[in-house]
């Protein structure tokens, strides 16, 4: 079997559920070429969750989302999204023959919205959802009701709401476990939690099995325009909270209110794991370096590991002989208008005719 149904007797699965797979997992693990060398830490790897069918991690949670309403006999998929977990849930909708309904997060990106309409799912833009704490909080109750008349559940990437689909998000650190002789440090983009705890909780499940494997590190990575989680885990504090408003402006991380966060904090501490805070700006610069030092094209999201990792270099706390793994949470494809942003200085060179070539191609 290859991807993530080879790993399904290592899940706490409710009886008679199976991935309703289309591909998803066994993401290459790439290491770095030259960001880890440039900054004298040899062992630094890229898990390109990019490469999943609908482009981020977030195919790993639907493959098992949808399979759970498939079993319990449900007629819609009715769910949050701020991009990525709309995109997947329709495309597997999609092949399911379920139809889909996403709630969908104040500024989500176009290019994301886009994406689930060619899927064929039919989107609500909320106004304050996913920035304000109260509106998301009535999003959240309403959707609820919904779910509820339709005899479903809510589908949102949180182990809060959706269990099952997020345990299959754990085979990602089952992968890691299989591809590196050891883990010692794992980075991972944070909104609401539910990615962070996912790792965290696989590498505790491969541990039970596995009695030599060591439990690496897993750091909490949060836009400091969304510190709910990582800012007190640094502290030591015992809880996440809340923010009055995500002013983050990096998709798919603006998640005001407190989901998974109190489990992620307490996960991420039980493995030794710290929590780091990095700007908006950081953030866009790790997207650029990504792709024009290592040829990796990510959503800014998914540049959010490397810049807490490389906070953590630039604070002197890794050791240098230790290996980390970014988790790449998703494609640059998902957000063209972030694109703009890397191109900016590289236009296109239009010539009049093959005549101007040899002023551009020859030296």
């Known amino acids: 079997m290859k991807g993530i149904d080879k790993y399904t007797q290592l899940l706490k699965l409710p009886e008679g559920i199976a991935p309703f797979t289309l591909g998803e997992g066994n993401t290459p693990l790439v290491k770095s070429r030259q960001i880890g060398p440039a900054l004298g830490f040899p062992n630094l790897y890229f898990k390109l969750e990019s490469a999943n069918p609908s482009g981020s991690y977030k195919d790993r949670f639907a493959a098992f989302a949808i399979a759970d309403i498939q079993a319990n006999k449900g007629k819609l998929c009715l769910a949050t999204s701020s991009g990525n977990t709309g995109a997947a849930l329709a ?27 060619a899927y064929g799912a039919a ?24 779910a509820a008349e339709n005899q479903t559940h809510l589908q949102v990437s949180a182990f809060k709401y959706s269990p099952v689909g997020m345990t299959g998000v754990q085979t990602l650190s089952f992968e890691l476990a299989e591809d590196l002789e050891r883990v010692d440090n794992v980075f991972v983009p944070s909104g609401g939690g539910g990615l962070t705890l996912a790792v965290a909780r696989g590498f ?13 590190k ?18 030591g504090l015992e809880a996440a909270k809340p923010v009055d408003n995500a002013t983050t402006k990096v998709s798919g991380l603006q998640v005001a209110v407190v989901i998974d966060g109190n489990e992620t904090l307490q996960a991420c501490k039980s493995t ?10 950081e953030t866009f610069e790790c997207q650029r370096l990504l792709a024009i030092k290592e040829g990796i094209y990510a959503e800014p999201a998914g540049a959010v590991a490397l810049a807490g990792f490389m906070k953590a270099v630039a604070d002197g706390e890794l050791d240098k002989n230790a290996n980390a793994v970014c988790i790449v949470s998703g494609s640059g494809f998902k957000d063209p208008e972030a694109t703009e942003r890397l191109i900016v200085k590289n236009p296109v060179n239009y010539l009049e005719s093959y005549n101007e070539m040899d002023q551009y191609f020859t030296k």
């Not at 495309?91 to 889909?100: E, H, L, R, T, V």
């Not at 897993?218 to 502290?235: M, S, Y």
């Open 91 to 117: 495309a597997y909708s999609a092949a399911a023959g379920i139809p889909c309904k996403i709630a969908i997060v104040d500024g989500a990106p176009e290019g994301k919205l886009k994406q689930m309409r």
């Open 123 to 146: 989107l609500y833009v909320i106004k304050g959802f996913g920035k304000n704490k109260e509106a998301t909080e009535q999003v959240f109750d309403k959707l609820g009701e919904v």
């Open 204 to 216: 505790q499940i491969w541990k039970q099995k596995h009695s030599n494997f060591s439990l690496p």
């Open 218 to 235: 897993v750091h909490c990575v949060q836009p400091e325009g969304n510190d709910t989680i990582a800012g007190n885990l640094r502290k």
């Open 272 to 281: 030794a794991g710290n929590g780091f805070l990095v700007s908006d700006e």
